[in-house]
């Protein structure tokens, strides 16, 4: 049997990714028609692809979302999709490459496709690897920025708890001072007392 040259398998790939792309696009025209819904699985760790580290802990290899009633912003260029999310309660924005799709289900009609993740002719450009890279930057600042404010507010919980104990101290200080003096006049008292039994 001759060697496939031409790779079959991967323009294949690539032209049902087409297909997802097409469906895709006409959806942010005119949004979902009747019982359509779409069930999409990606591989997490695929170039480009773009989640909350809080998601990725949460799904380290493959994730499938449901665009069906509650997404928002859904937005398809030539090379990936976004769209907005809700997971538990809080959205979340995901940046999805076309390369990095594992499989689309529309239940509703029960049609679906397949893929292997990598295996495409098609590469990331150099744009989105460059938004990739500054949005991936952004967020890293993002979370130094949250981290020395974390640190800052435990460091004032600190200083605000020294203080307190510091206050506290003198409290017990002065009580101690005053008992002092107290002792002092009462020993005064006692020794007048008994200087007095001595005359």
């Known amino acids: 049997m001759a060697e496939d040259l031409i790779r079959y398998d991967i323009v294949i790939q690539d032209a049902l990714r087409g297909a997802v792309k097409k469906i895709l696009t006409e959806v942010t025209r005119t949004g979902l028609p009747g019982e359509h819904h779409f069930y999409i699985a990606f591989d997490t760790n695929a170039p480009g692809v773009r989640i909350s580290n809080r998601l990725h802990e949460r799904y380290p290899q493959e994730m499938t979302i449901v665009l069906q009633h509650q997404f928002w912003d859904l937005a398809v260029s030539d090379h990936f999709f976004e769209v907005g999310l809700s997971f538990g309660g809080i959205p979340e924005r995901l940046v999805i490459p076309f390369s990095a799709v594992k499989g689309f289900f529309d239940p509703s ?6 893929f292997e993740p ?3 002719a098609e590469e990331l450009p150099d744009e ?15 979370e130094k920025i949250e981290a020395l404010t974390d640190g800052r507010e435990a ?8 203080l307190q104990k510091v206050e506290d101290d003198a409290g017990s200080q002065d009580d ?7 002792a002092d ?5 006692v ?9």
Do not use: H, Y
Request: charged fraction near 40%.
């Open 155 to 162: 460091s004032a919980k600190q200083a605000n708890t020294k």
């Open 176 to 182: 101690g001072e005053t008992k002092k003096e107290t």
């Open 128 to 142: 989105l690897r460059e938004v990739i890279e500054e949005e991936a930057k952004a967020e890293e600042t993002l």
């Open 118 to 120: 990598g295996k495409t």
């Open 185 to 189: 006049n009462g020993a005064d008292v």
């Open 109 to 114: 009609v029960q049609f679906a496709l397949e």
């Open 191 to 199: 020794s007048l007392d008994a200087f007095r039994k001595k005359t």
